[in-house]
């Protein structure tokens, strides 16, 4: 019923940057809480940031000072800037949306790799 639409993945060289998207449709009444999840093939999926709707961020360690999460209320998206990549980065990165539910975006694949 309520649809993420993740985008922006591809494939870079270590030190390199992508920006991910997440465009979210449907029935949404209220939008609290908005993040990305990754996961690397045969782990775990783990968060990587998230945002609240009044801006707040939290990031998992691995990635603060590297990452940036950032929303647009109005337009009901997220982004994800990505910089020095590094190829521990590798992964399906997915988009959540928290509003009463829990909804996931299919994913969008990240490559780093020289």
């Known amino acids: 019923q309520v649809q993420l639409v993740e985008s922006g993945g591809g494939l870079v060289q270590p030190g390199g940057s992508l920006r991910l998207s997440c465009a979210a449709s449907?029935?949404?009444?209220?939008?609290?809480?908005m993040g990305w999840y990754r996961q690397a093939p045969g782990k775990q999926r783990e968060l990587v940031a998230i945002?609240?709707?009044?801006?707040?961020?939290n990031y998992t360690d691995s990635v603060k000072g590297r990452f940036a999460i950032s929303r647009d209320n109005a337009k009901n998206t997220i982004y994800l800037q990505m910089n020095s990549l590094k190829p521990e980065d590798t992964a399906v990165y997915f988009c959540n949306l928290y509003a009463g539910q829990t909804y996931w975006g299919q994913g969008t694949q990240v490559t780093v790799s020289s």
């Open positions: 945002i609240t709707s009044d801006g707040r961020t």
């Open positions: 449907g029935s949404i009444f209220s939008i609290n809480l």
